[in-house]
């Protein structure tokens, strides 16, 4: 009987065993087709880059038995040579389980699957595998070219233009410059390959990331190895530099023209004097008798209808190895200007008659007519090249000269006076004084008046003979009745003011700011708490504080004097190495306080290692990083390989690179870091993998 029992076993065993070598059989006989890439072109390719890592693949299969329901569709991809013969070599792509119920014909969708960025070539081979029961896809892709290349990063010349000035041969150096386009951070243009183009044509044999320009032409670095998706690359300008164009300029070429007859001119006519070299790229500054015109920094300039007459030359900047000043050219007048013209506002003080007053180089005997508003007042011929107007009243006043010149110029010039309704004074000192001297002068600085609308306009120092002053000292008259006081080291912390009564009695105890005499000590010094900077760390810098002063904190940079903007306080937070100082002002004088110079402070618990061995062997395996450093959510963690491309990135970060999440699986002999806290950058170096 036992027997009997041992044998059904045995049979029903076999049986099932059968069955489900059977079930496999039907399911691997089942077939998965070539992946598919949808392409409107003959070529199939995968240009992937950072703002766009984001692909489809389609592969057919056959009819059959269902999948088993933990069954997942893979898509690999071959080593850069199309084989799967190595098992190391070859990378999943995407997965799917969607398929797995079905047994009609259907079609595999890998969808939105991205591509790591160290893959570059043009033969990688697509192919689909099942994980249960293993089916693997009896037919490859065709050659696949899959390149990725970033699009996140600027990169430039370090020169806009390549110009020199009358010379029959040059050599200049141009090299590449690349920054992160969102964090400003400089990426090493020697991670990349590069090849450079002279007008559209790549030059054999350069491949630096600097090239030295011997002939014109225009010039730009790429970068170069993107098979058959360079054309793509190119025509959308990822990997290339700004261009530069290299060309030699002959300053005898250049010249100041206008399209009139010539450069004589009436005032009522246009005056237009134009550079015959015009390219926006270069810097131009008009200069009138010597003196450069604000603001005329255009290829063109238009002349005003007054006073514009004199010698005219253009400074052309067309690349620090090439400035030009052209030949000069008189512009003539022939007609007349009014070359002092009246002042645009005037406050008309009680019982105050103004003597307007314009200079003009109008001819003697031309017609000169004053209007209040629009009515006449006077009407005389110019006597000399002054004429003059006794002012009563407020209101728009106008003159206007007809002049007997060739071109019968009507000149004109206006202003309005206002009668104020309150007046405004202040006080100070007009010089930068430094803190060290014994005695220094405060001083009547300006009078404002305010009129009806709000306006306010400054009165004239001549003005100043209608008011009576005295200036008081912690309250109490000093004794002294003009516009400015002698003050000595010894009456510090003493509050000065300056009061005035107009003389006709109209306004009344007029009172400046309260300036208090506050000399700022000599020997102040900068503290730095802590004394150096901890990695990823901040030092505080603090002076003295005193509501008396006021603060500005500055950085040298590049031996210059960088004003940090917004940094008022007697406090400055610093996270980067260098020289800073403060410049404390009071109302009286000014002192600059020395420099300080912060460096880093390091200890062994911040040591960065710059070797990791991931050998399984459990000691340094993993990029290891401080504590302070070690799953910081402010903390970011960006690794390369040495050809720029990220090979990791993420906040948090765990002390598990390379052997959890490297891209590369940690391959490269050579890989680069970034380390920065709050978006500040704190650490860089690199990383040297030995296996």
Known sequence: ??????????????????????????????????????????????????????????????????????????????????????????????????????????????????????????????????????????????????????????????????????????????????????????????????????????????????????????????????????????????????????????????????????????????????????????????????????????????????????????????????????????????????????????????????????????????????????????????????STFAAQFIGKYRVEISATDPCNSMLFSETELFAPTGIEMSIGSKNENTCDVDTFTVELLEMIGETVSGLKIALTPEQYAFFDFEWFKDGVPVGNNTTSLDISRSEEDSVYELRANLKTGEFTNITSNSLTVAFIPNDIVIQANPAGLTLGGIVTLSVPQNNAYTYQWFRNVDSEETLLDGETNNTLEVSENGEYFVRISSLICTLTVPVITIGELRGKSEIIPNIVTPNSDGINDNWLLPPNLFNQQDVEITIYNSRGQVDFTSGNYQNNWPVENSKSLGKDPIYYYIITKNNSVVRKGSITVMR
Not at 148 to 157: A, C, G, P, Y
Not at 252 to 265: C, H, K, L, N, R
Not at 289 to 299: A, K, L
């Open 1 to 386: 009987m036992k027997k009997k029992l041992n044998l059904s076993l045995l049979i029903a065993l076999l049986v099932f065993l059968n069955f489900q070598e059977l079930r496999a059989q039907s399911a691997s006989s089942r077939v998965i087709g070539s992946p598919s890439i949808p392409s409107s072109s003959g070529d199939i390719q995968i240009c992937a880059r950072t703002s766009f890592n984001s692909f489809t693949v389609t592969a057919d299969l056959s009819s059959g038995n269902a999948f088993d329901s933990g069954n997942q569709f893979l898509l690999e991809v071959s080593d850069e040579n199309g084989s799967f013969d190595d098992p190391t070599n070859v990378q999943e792509l995407a997965s799917t389980s969607v398929p797995n119920s079905t047994t009609t014909s259907t079609e595999i969708l890998f969808e939105n699957f991205s591509v790591p960025e160290n893959f570059n070539s043009d033969t990688y081979r697509l192919r689909v595998r099942s994980t249960s029961p293993e089916v693997i896809g009896s037919i490859t892709s065709a050659p696949v070219a899959i390149h990725f290349l970033r699009d996140d990063i600027d990169i430039t010349l370090d020169n806009r233009r390549v110009i020199f000035c009358d010379v029959t041969s040059f050599s200049k150096t141009v090299s590449v410059v690349i920054k992160e386009t969102l964090s400003g951070n400089t990426v090493d243009p020697n991670d990349f390959e590069w090849e450079w183009l002279k007008n559209g044509i790549v030059i054999p044999g350069e491949n630096a990331s600097s090239i030295t320009i011997t002939e014109e032409g225009t010039y730009f670095a790429r970068i170069p190895g993107q098979g058959k998706c360079q054309p793509f690359f190119n025509a959308t300008g990822v990997g290339e530099s700004t261009k530069v164009r290299a060309s030699i300029i002959n300053t005898s070429d250049v010249t100041i023209e206008t399209p009139a007859s010539d450069f004589s001119f009436c005032p009522n006519e246009s005056k237009i004097l134009n550079s015959s070299e015009t390219d926006t790229r270069y810097d131009y500054q008009w200069i009138k008798n010597g003196e450069p015109i604000e603001g005329e920094t255009s290829p063109s300039i238009t002349l005003p209808d007054n006073d514009f007459g004199g010698e005219y030359t253009l400074s052309i900047v067309f690349s620090e190895d090439c400035t030009l000043l052209t030949d000069p050219i008189a512009v003539i007048n022939e007609g007349s200007s009014i070359t002092q013209t009246l002042p645009e506002n005037l406050i008309l003080l009680p019982t105050q008659v103004i003597d307007l007053q314009i200079m003009t180089d109008a001819p003697e005997g031309s017609n000169v007519r004053w209007f209040v508003e629009t009515t006449p007042q006077t009407s005389s011929p110019l006597v000399g090249n002054t």
